[in-house]
């Protein structure tokens, strides 16, 4: 599994599986659980998922070594503060029945996030968190934590695919050694991409599919993948896409499809900001 190294040197595999929208716990701790038997050791949750019992479940009944996972959760608006911070971090880190965490992002750049820095950074001083990072930051608001905090993101996790590529913000990320990652890598289906005409026609190129290409075009830009699927034939398919690699004038069409825009909503709009706030 390639790495990437995060501006702390801890080590991050470059694809995990991320398990938003998997509600039912059973279905989230075996999804889990056939991830790691297919090799996968990075897994992306959150608190507002409502799935890190589960997760923490298929940690333990896996069997494999704490040290070669990387998990990552994430702490909610309503949790932001330097106290409420804290509580929420040992909230999660209990339900995920872990020790410590390899990563731990703010999940929106709304409420207390400098309060929520602050105890994010004592918690990574203590060695509870080995790297710490935020969410959906527009660059704005990432040079600015950064400028006034003493320990800078390690990740910025924001939406990223075909037809929201970002690269822009990934040049601005890249410059301030900040590591990029995507989340809705696949648009969640949306533009009907998979069925795209040029991906699908670079898919056969390779005697790939649709969904490899997508990650392998995000890969080999160096930026973190955390597809989500809860069939084991897809979870397979998304983990193999390390035995090739796509030349220059594919990864020139695929930057064609950029829409420079959100599928999803504005992280900006005032009204998708009180709607995200009142959210548990």
Known sequence: MKKVKLNNGVEMPILGLGVFQIIDQKECKNTVLDALSLGYRQIDTASAYHNEEAVGKAIKESGINREDLFITTK????????????????LSLKKL????????????????VYGSWRAMEELYKEGRIKAIGVANFFPDRVIDLILHNEIAPAVNQIESHPFYQRFDEQKFLKENNVQMESW??????KNNIF???????????YNKSVA???????VQRDVVVIPKSVKKERLEENFNIFDFDLSLDDMSL???LDKNE??????????RIKWLSNLD
């Not at 809705?184 to 289906?189: D, I, K, N, R, Y």
């Not at 069925?195 to 190129?205: M, P, Y």
């Not at 959100?262 to 009204?271: G, Q, T």
């Open 184 to 189: 809705a890598s696949f648009a969640e289906g």
């Open 97 to 112: 029945q872990l020790d410590y965490l390899d990563l731990y992002l703010i999940h929106q750049p709304y409420g207390d």
């Open 262 to 271: 959100s599928l999803f909503f504005d992280h900006r709009d005032p009204e």
């Open 75 to 90: 702490l909610w608006i309503k949790d932001t503060g330097y106290d409420s911070a804290k509580k929420a971090f040992e």
């Open 195 to 205: 069925h795209n005409e040029i991906l699908s026609k670079i898919g056969e190129k």
């Open 254 to 256: 695929i930057a064609s």
């Open 212 to 218: 490899q290409v997508i990650l392998r075009w995000l």
